[in-house]
């Protein structure tokens, strides 16, 4: 179907969101920003985990993800993206292949031809 945009790489991994419970925590919130979490998601410095899996996150990791509060994220979790280093590093921990960034994707090749 034209016009319709392929979904993100993120609700087919979540890598990321169950990676460590140390990973999930706020850093450059305001309070404002953090009290729009609900509080059932929220532990004292961060995301309240279960074992090293943020709470919010829903589905199973790999196949198919979405996060609870994505409209009030805080920013550690908008700042992995897919493809960069962090996001790579939770998808190895999970057996899942890298993903290229945008950036490196539009990338082109240059070969130097050396003639003697």
């Known amino acids: 179907m034209a016009g319709l945009q392929d979904p993100s790489p993120c609700q087919s991994c979540g890598a990321c969101c169950s990676f460590s419970a140390d990973w999930p925590r706020f850093t450059l919130e305001e309070d404002a920003a953090i009290a729009r979490i609900p509080e059932a998601f929220v532990a004292r410095s961060g995301m309240r985990c279960i074992g090293d899996r943020c ?4 589905g199973k990791i790999g196949e198919s993800t979405a996060c609870q509060v994505y409209d009030v994220r ?3 979790c908008r700042a992995c993206q897919p493809g960069d280093e962090e996001c790579n590093m939770a998808r190895q921990r999970f057996g ?3 993903l290229e960034t945008e950036a490196a994707s539009k990338r082109t090749s240059v070969v130097i031809k050396v003639t003697k």
């Open 55 to 58: 709470s919010a996150l829903q």
């Open 74 to 76: 805080p920013d550690v």
């Open 96 to 98: 899942m292949p890298e």
